[in-house]
């Protein structure tokens, strides 16, 4: 099938393509909200409305929280896009520079923007697929592919909906292979396809010690402070090379293949620049690792809050009953995370003292996610991406986690093509969302040439 045609129908369909998109903005979908129900739910038909005015058979599937949007279309190798319609809630509004569900375009010093609430994350960019799909139907009166569409409501709450729904319709959702359109670019002219991505632990240790606050002068010294104890159990878990120290815990991270070592080398990056950005200039993890291992491929251990005495204004002299650290733990390759759980908690325990108490709380345990960069579809995929941009796309890892990919992973057994087209000055989830027109007009001639080169 020709791509120069579908090519050209994306470009000069971009206005009609762009108003599409401000019809879907301004419906205030914020799922965690239950004042937006009724919203949510207009999204989903909207969109079951969109698919079906391009030939898919497509419906809003109840769930227990927000519908699910289904489609089924065309014929072919199969391939099943993901996306989510629901959007972050707008707080603070005061901060925002127009009604954040009012979206315009926007002239900037770098170019003109789609201004508004869910323009990058995730309405945009799930409609360059949208897009794509409609300018393929228009120019060769079917889908290049057997498409399935599955739009997500809750991605924004939790997914409480999502692992039941897949499990139940494992069947009819699985295909060769997903595409999901929910990350970036790695910078202005350069495409990425996201392969790993790292899993997340999260534990909560209390310390309790006397059975409440006492005055540090008629207690200090002979009473163990919990402060003491919680303190030296954070400063244990790195060692001198700013190594992890939990026992087992780099039990199943691999180290990066050459080839993927060459392709980060050449994106460019400038640690330096990254870190003077954030008011730092020296890397604090793993000796001997590049800032990009540190952030894609690299374990990590962080301490992201600590709580115990007496810490507003002026000065309480009293040693606290209690000593709490929320600790999170990045997880990359095949780490498993309640196998660190149980190491971490162990760790703890030794190190409690005997006139001392223990407790955790769990904060959620998820493994990494690593796509087998084998399958052909993915080498034909960053080619055909590499043909669109002005630089070569690159197979790049994500620091945080992007849980949908792993399930479709372990509940539909396939693989999955992590390509998006945001920036990071988008300002997802903060007041002033936006998503580059550019990337939107880019984003569906990518999608046109990603589904050319998997169909073939």
């Not at 030939?55 to 896009?81: C, I, N, Q």
């Not at 006139?355 to 399958?375: I, N, Q, R």
């Amino acid at each position: 099938m020709s791509l120069d045609a579908v090519l050209a129908r994306i470009d000069a369909d971009l206005p009609a393509a762009t108003e599409r998109l401000m019809a879907l903005l301004r419906i205030p979908s914020i799922s965690t909200d239950p004042a937006y129900k009724a919203d949510c739910a207009r999204a989903a038909d909207w969109l079951v409305a969109d698919l079906r005015g391009l030939g898919f058979d497509a419906a809003a599937r109840p769930t227990p929280g927000h519908p699910m949007v289904v489609g089924h279309g065309g014929e072919g190798r199969s391939l099943l896009f993901y996306g989510h319609y629901d959007v972050q809630p707008v707080d603070p509004l005061d901060l925002w520079h127009r009604d954040p569900f009012d979206p315009a375009l926007e002239e900037t010093p770098k170019g003109t923007v789609i201004r508004g609430r869910g323009a990058c994350d995730d309405k945009g960019q799930l409609m360059t697929f949208v897009e794509a799909c409609r300018a393929w139907k228009s120019v060769h009166g079917t889908l290049p592919a057997r498409i399935t569409m599955f739009f997500e409501g809750e991605e924004e709450s939790g997914s409480p909906s999502l692992v039941p729904f897949l499990e139940g319709n494992a069947e009819e959702l699985k295909a060769d292979i997903a595409l999901i359109c929910d990350t970036g670019l790695f910078d202005h002219k350069t495409p990425a396809i996201t392969t790993m991505l790292r899993g997340l632990l999260g534990e909560e240790v209390t310390i309790t010690g006397p059975d409440w606050d006492l005055h540090s002068g008629h207690y200090g010294g002979a009473a163990m402070n919990p402060i003491r104890v919680l303190s030296r159990i954070i400063a244990s878990l790195h060692d001198q090379t700013g190594r992890v120290t939990v026992p087992g815990f780099y039990d199943g991270v691999d180290e990066l293949t050459p080839e993927l070592r060459n392709q980060w080398q050449s994106l460019g990056f400038e640690p330096e620049q990254f870190l003077n950005e954030v008011g730092l200039s020296i890397p604090a993890g793993e000796r001997g690792r590049s800032v990009l291992e540190m952030i894609w491929a690299r374990p990590t251990c962080e301490v992201n809050g600590i709580a115990g005495g007496y810490a507003g204004d002026g000065f309480k002299t009293v040693l606290p009953s209690k000593a709490t650290a929320k600790i999170s733990f990045r997880l990359v390759g095949r780490q498993g995370p309640l196998a660190i759980r149980d190491s971490f908690r162990a760790m703890v325990r030794q190190m409690v003292p005997d006139d001392c108490k223990v407790s955790f709380a769990d904060h959620g345990a998820s493994p990494a996610s690593v796509m087998s960069t084998a399958d052909p579809a993915f080498e034909a995929a960053r080619q055909a991406l590499s043909d669109e941009w002005p630089n070569a796309a690159a197979f790049v890892g994500a620091g945080g986690s992007i849980p949908i990919a792993g399930y479709f992973k372990t509940i539909l057994d396939m693989d999955a093509l992590l390509i998006g087209f945001g920036q990071e000055d988008d300002l997802i989830h903060s007041p002033n969302e936006k998503y580059d027109l550019r990337s939107f007009h880019k984003g569906m001639r990518s999608w046109a040439r990603v589904l050319a080169a998997l169909s073939d």
